[in-house]
Every structure is written in C-alpha cells, then in structure tokens.
C-alpha cells in the first residue's frame, strides 16, 4: 500500500529482562488511517504500543514519530509530544468521583488555558462526536460498560490528538456494543482524520474498519496487508490466524506455558 506514515518502528528489538518480545521489528503506521494490530496472546501488542508511547524504551532500533525519534527526547519535549498522542486502554479507567463532563475536562484543564466556557464547549463538543452529551452529568459508577468506554474515548480524543492507540477495546462488549464502538472508531478516524491504531482479538470486526493490517507472532510480523489481502493470503500461518483454528502450522502457545515449562 503506498502512504505516507505517521510512525516508523525501525529494526526494534525490545526484551522484558531475559525474555525477547521484539526482534529486528520494523512497522510503519499510515498517517489517517486505521491500522489493526493482532497476533496470539502475550505476543507483544500492547508493548508496541508503550514503545510508541515511550513508556519504554527498545534495546535497539528507533521509532519515529512524524520524523521525530520518541526515545531521543528531553523528557519536557516528550510531554509536549505524549499530547499529539492519546491511549485508550481496556479499561477505560475513568476518574470514579467525577462526573463523565469533569473526566473529559479533565486533560484540557491540565494542558490548556481554555475559558470555563471554551472549555464546556470542547467537552460537550467532544461527548456529542462519542453519542454521551446526554450521559455529561453522570458518575461513571451509572454507566453501561459500553458507556464508560464512549466517555473514556471522549476523554482520550479532548487534547485532539493526531494518534489514538486503543488497547482491545472491544473487550467485555455485548455485540451491539461492539458494533457502536467499531463505527465509533471509524466516525472518529473518518471525521477528524485521526490516524488509529487499534490492538484487538476481534478480527471480523476490526477487518472492516481498517486500512491496513499487521499480524505480530514471535517477536516479528508473521503476515501485513490490507484486510483484502489478509484475507487472500495464501500463507497457511496467516489463514490460520485469521480463521482462529488451534491447529496449524503455526504453533500457538497456552498463557502461562513459558512459566510452566520454566518451572519444570
Ligand atoms: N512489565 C512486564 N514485565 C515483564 N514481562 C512483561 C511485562 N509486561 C508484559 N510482559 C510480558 O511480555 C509479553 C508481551 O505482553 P503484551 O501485554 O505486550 O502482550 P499482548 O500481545 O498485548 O497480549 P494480550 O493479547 O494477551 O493482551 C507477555 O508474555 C507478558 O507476560
């Protein structure tokens, strides 16, 4: 596919003490669009993510934020960066003692010097664009799980970030709910051209919103293309992952495996 990138994971290795994640990983991430990341369990996906984030820091290799290195920066400079990115995690993780309009103020208060009345209108703006305006004076504690998701998202995108990283987001969603999110998502990246990365188990779902897929297994990319190409490959490991089958010639593990056979 040829686009222009906002991030480039360059030839990343990345170990959590002895165990390798990453070897030699190399990504680039389309500017404006939607990219899905998958691959099996506790293959690395969400330490993708902080390493973009620079929440940690690969053994070797650079990642490349919009041409800048994010592991080059002064921390201030980082901070300044970290705004052009927002993260939502599985979660969600609202702030429990305030109401869903206080959560969404809540960045802007901390990074902006927006008016009182600028600042409601970029809250109610941004709970219009996620279909939560109405909920803006509840506790999150009086939100559907799907609601608190929609507010979290509210909150992730009030800094209008260029990136949103969303960490399974379809976790614990009813299948309507995952529809709402799955078009959320695409209305998000659609309407305000945000470029989208979303870490996800929901292959049906995430193939119809995305732009272009990475499958990561063993520390590198087991297969990448458009969800056209996905799902036209002919490379047995990847049909194998896509149609979710056990069996194969790649050889899943169970979680917990590598600690089982360390203990033996
Ligand atoms: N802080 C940490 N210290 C040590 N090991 C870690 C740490 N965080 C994650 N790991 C290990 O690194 C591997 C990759 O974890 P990661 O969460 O990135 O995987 P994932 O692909 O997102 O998994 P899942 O799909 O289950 O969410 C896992 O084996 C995990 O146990």
Do not use: C, W
């Not at 030839?11 to 390798?20: H, I, M, R």
């Not at 990246?189 to 996800?200: F, Q, Y």
């Amino acid at each position: 596919m040829n686009f222009e990138s906002l991030i480039e994971v360059k030839d990343v290795s990345f170990s959590y003490l002895n165990k390798q994640i990453y070897k030699n990983l190399s990504l680039s991430i389309p500017k404006g669009k939607i990219t899905a990341i998958l691959g099996p369990s506790g293959t690395g996906k969400t330490t993708i993510l902080r390493l973009i984030g620079a929440q940690l820091v690969p053994d070797k290799g650079e990642i490349l934020f919009d041409g800048i290195n994010v592991h080059s920066l002064r921390r201030k400079q980082l901070y300044k960066l970290r705004e052009r990115m927002s993260m939502l995690f599985q979660s969600g993780a609202l702030f429990a003692d305030m109401t869903v309009f206080e959560n969404v103020a809540f960045p802007l208060r901390e990074h902006t010097n927006l008016s009182e009345d600028l600042l409601a209108d970029v809250v109610l703006m941004n709970l219009e664009a996620v279909g939560m305006r109405h909920a803006a004076n509840l506790y999150p504690s009086e939100l559907s799980g799907g609601m608190a998701r929609r507010a979290a998202l509210a909150r992730s995108i009030a800094l209008d970030p260029d990136l949103v990283m969303y960490d399974e987001p379809f976790v614990g969603q009813d299948p309507i709910t995952k529809g709402v999110l799955v078009k959320l998502i695409s209305d998000i990246n659609k309407s305000l051209g945000k470029t989208s990365i979303v870490v996800t188990h929901d292959v049906k779902e995430i193939l119809e919103i995305a732009h272009y897929v990475y499958i990561l297994a063993e520390g590198s990319v087991l297969g990448q293309g458009t969800p056209e190409e996905i799902l036209n490959s002919t490379d047995p490991r990847v049909n194998q992952f896509i149609r979710g089958d056990f069996d194969g010639p790649y050889a899943y593990k169970l979680k917990g495996e590598d600690n089982y056979i360390e203990e033996l």
